[in-house]
C-alpha cells in the first residue's frame, strides 16, 4: 500500500532518506516532469505543429481483379417489343402477397384491383410487360403460391447474344 502512496504523491513521510521505495518517488517525479515539458511545448506551439512535416504517401493496395463471374452480358438482337417474354399471373392461385412486386427491380409487377368485398388482399397484374428482361425468371421461385408462368427459354435464345 505505500507503494501506491508513494507513487500517487500521497506519502506522509517527511523525507526520502533510508526510504526503500526511494526508486518509485523518483520515477513518480521524472514521469511528472516529463508531462510539464510536454504541456509546455505544446503550449507554446503555433497553430498547426501537430501536422506532420514530412507528406503522408497513402497505402496502395492492389486492385483485385474481377474473377471470371458465371454470369455473361447480355445483348438482344431484336427490339424489345417484338420479343414476347414476359411472365403471365394465374389470378386463381394468386395470393396477393407481393412479393413477386418487391423482387422485380424493372417493375413489371402491379397490384390489381381490390376486393370488393374488401376481405381478400388484391391480385397483382402484369401491369409493365416489356419492363421484363429478357430469360429473367426470378420472379418464379419467390412466388410462394405458383402463380407466376413464364414462356419456355428455349423459344427465345434465339433473341440472345452473349458477350464478355
Known amino acids: ?89 394465374k389470378p386463381e392461385l394468386c395470393n396477393g402477397c407481393g412479393d413477386c412486386k418487391v423482387l422485380c427491380k424493372p417493375g413489371v409487377f402491379e397490384l390489381g384491383e381490390p376486393d370488393p368485398a374488401g376481405i381478400h388482399r388484391p391480385k397483382l397484374i402484369v401491369a409493365h410487360p416489356y419492363n421484363c428482361l429478357v430469360l429473367c425468371n426470378r420472379c418464379v421461385p419467390i412466388c410462394t403460391s405458383g402463380a407466376i408462368i413464364l414462356p419456355p427459354k428455349e423459344e427465345f435464345e434465339k433473341y440472345i447474344e452473349y458477350i464478355d
Open 1 to 89: 500500500m505505500r507503494v501506491f502512496d508513494c507513487l500517487s504523491g500521497s506519502c506522509t513521510r517527511p523525507s526520502c532518506d533510508g526510504c526503500i521505495f526511494r526508486p518509485v518517488r523518483s520515477l513518480r517525479i521524472a514521469l511528472k516532469s516529463r508531462a510539464i515539458e510536454k504541456s509546455d511545448e505544446t503550449a507554446d506551439a503555433p497553430v498547426g505543429s501537430w501536422e506532420r512535416s514530412e507528406p503522408v504517401t497513402p497505402i496502395q493496395r492492389p486492385t483485385p481483379q474481377k474473377e471470371a463471374s458465371s454470369k455473361k452480358r447480355k445483348r438482344l438482337l431484336a427490339p424489345r417489343e417484338e420479343i414476347a417474354w414476359f411472365p403471365v399471373i
